[in-house]
Each structure stands twice: as structure tokens, then as C-alpha cells.
């Protein structure tokens, strides 16, 4: 199985930035999708942003032009830039991989944005 550890999540100021970060391990594996999702209080959770293996991206609309999503191939990692945050970015944000064994998702890392 492939394993994803979320990190970098932390309280910020509204128009604040944070990086979070997604490293994958296990068996021999390859991922051809990343995503980053979040559920905020009372919400579903909701696709934020997703990289496929051509390195398209796609983001909600909510989130374009101040997220980024990129990925290391080399340290089988991917990062979701984080700019000008707002207090209704405040959630749980997740990552996804699609890889030869299986959707895989990590544990969620807590975003809050407070004055």
C-alpha cells in the first residue's frame, strides 16, 4: 500500500500564505493523479486542486489564482501553495493519490485562517 503524510497545516492570518506538503511511501508504486481536497465545518469535502501525469492541473474556483499545486517526482512529494488566505479557507485539507494499488488518501492536515 502507499501511505501519504500531510504537513505544514497551522493557524495564519487572513492574506497570509502556507505550503503544505504530501510525501508518499511504500512498496514499489508508481502515482499518476495528486489531488488536494478539503472539508471545512458542516461541508462536504470538496476537490481543491489536482495534478495528473502530463502535469495539468486543475483547481476549484474558489482557490484559482492564489493556490498552487506542484510535485517532486524525484522525493515522491507533492505541495499545495497556499496564498492570500482567507478565514473561509479554514479546514481540513487532504491529499489524494491515484497510484498502481489504489486510491490513497492521508490523514488530513488542519488549516486555520484567524485574526
Known amino acids: 500500500q502507499v501511505e501519504l503524510v500531510e504537513s505544514g497545516g497551522g493557524l495564519v492570518k487572513p492574506g497570509g500564505s502556507l505550503r503544505l506538503s504530501c510525501a508518499a511511501s511504500?512498496?514499489?508504486?508508481?502515482?499518476?493523479?495528486v489531488a488536494w481536497y478539503r472539508q471545512s465545518l458542516g461541508k462536504k469535502r470538496e476537490l481543491v486542486a489536482g495534478i495528473d501525469g502530463g502535469d495539468s492541473t486543475t483547481y476549484a474556483e474558489s482557490v484559482k489564482g492564489r493556490f498552487t499545486i506542484s510535485r517532486d517526482l524525484d522525493r515522491n512529494t507533492a505541495f499545495l501553495q497556499m496564498d492570500s488566505l482567507t478565514p473561509e479557507d479554514t479546514a481540513v485539507y487532504y491529499c489524494y493519490a491515484g497510484t498502481t494499488w489504489g486510491p490513497s488518501w492521508g490523514q488530513g492536515t488542519q488549516v486555520t485562517v484567524s485574526p
Open positions: 511504500g512498496s514499489a508504486f508508481s502515482i499518476n493523479y
